[in-house]
């Protein structure tokens, strides 16, 4: 995934190199973990943080399902995009599905896509409705499904790292690459097509343009949002992820890759690297985790930060759905 992500990052960098550092502003109540400061309202996923609960034999009384974002799938060469969380889960006892879709287009095509795999998730489970868990762009897939046929079918919406308010990223690559066709954007789609769609997808069937105007806060502020409320009988909540390409302030240093992408965020907006803090909170916010964009997921084979497991995250996740009814 890194390396996919390469292709719009370096053409980022031809324009204007990164930002030296990008070091949230201090506060004075902070504490220290592995010679990092960290903010305090980070919650702490790590070795140290709160334990899992015990081994439980009963599933959820709705099937989870997990959403990729933008550019992702599956499994790829055995690389799974929620890095093992759905064998971990499944040894939980939880029924766990990870479609995938369309990995770079609309959120009208990628939700169009889904939308007959969860009718048949439903089917072959006797379920009633779905818990859905998604991460980055699969957050606005599932907003939309929603509000277009399946208000009853899903009990809850977790989103991680959604750019609900959008992401400064398309201007930035809008500046830099222009609106219109070019040979970069058709590059990156035929990239995109032939790995990570396994050649079950044809570069003509992606649309990078589409996709990162649907991410852009124009839209989603002007059109997604006003014409996707949320439906009173779901139940709505959402994480953030913080990273700083020093680790200073949020306990995880950036990936690398993401570097390039902090120029278009303000030195004092806390973000994971492609999304800012606030634009990922919808409904119940329920904090924010050291971990870059990538890390929410925990690419690459587990590597995150030192305060943030994503296996037990996202078992922390699922046993509270129980524990809600869900």
């Not at 050649?199 to 990078?208: E, T, V």
Request: charge should be negative.
């Amino acid at each position: 995934m890194k390396r996919l992500i390469v292709s719009l990052a370096a053409a980022c960098v031809l324009s204007t190199q990164a930002a030296e550092a990008n070091m949230p502003s201090a506060r004075e109540d902070k504490q220290e973990t592995n010679d990092i400061v960290v903010e305090e309202d980070i919650l702490d996923f790590g070795q140290s943080g709160e334990p899992s609960r015990s081994y439980r034999t009963a599933h959820s009384r709705y099937p989870l399902v997990f959403l990729h974002g933008f550019m992702g799938w599956d499994e790829i060469f055995k690389l799974d995009y929620f890095y093992q969380v759905r064998a971990y889960l499944q040894t939980s006892g939880y029924e766990v599905f990870t479609p995938a879709i369309n990995p770079v287009n609309s959120i009208e095509v990628r939700a169009r896509e889904l939308s007959p795999i969860l009718d048949h998730i439903l089917q072959v489970t006797g379920a009633e409705k779905l818990n859905i868990i998604a991460h980055s762009m699969g957050g606005l897939d599932a907003r939309y499904l929603i509000n277009h046929g399946f208000g009853d079918r899903i009990a809850s919406l977790t989103t991680i790292g959604t750019p609900h308010s959008g992401t400064p990223i398309p201007g930035l690559v809008f500046k830099v690459l222009g609106r219109g066709d070019n040979i970069l954007y058709k590059a990156f789609e035929y990239l995109v097509a032939g790995f990570i769609s396994k050649g079950q997808k044809r570069p003509s069937d992606l649309n990078i343009r589409a996709n990162l105007w649907n991410l852009s806060p124009d839209f989603l502020n002007e059109t997604f949002n006003p014409n996707n409320p949320d439906n009173p009988n779901i139940y709505y909540q959402s994480y953030a992820g913080v990273s700083s390409i020093t680790g200073w302030g949020t306990g995880d240093r950036m990936d690398t890759i993401l570097a390039p992408f902090q120029i278009a965020f303000g030195l004092s907006e806390r973000n994971d690297g492609l999304v800012s803090e606030e634009s990922a909170k919808w409904g119940r916010f329920r904090g924010v985790v050291s971990a870059d964009h990538i890390d929410l997921i925990g690419q690459l084979f587990g590597t995150t930060s030192v305060r943030y497991q994503h296996l037990k995250f996202y078992k922390k996740i699922a046993d509270e759905l129980v524990d809600m009814g869900f």
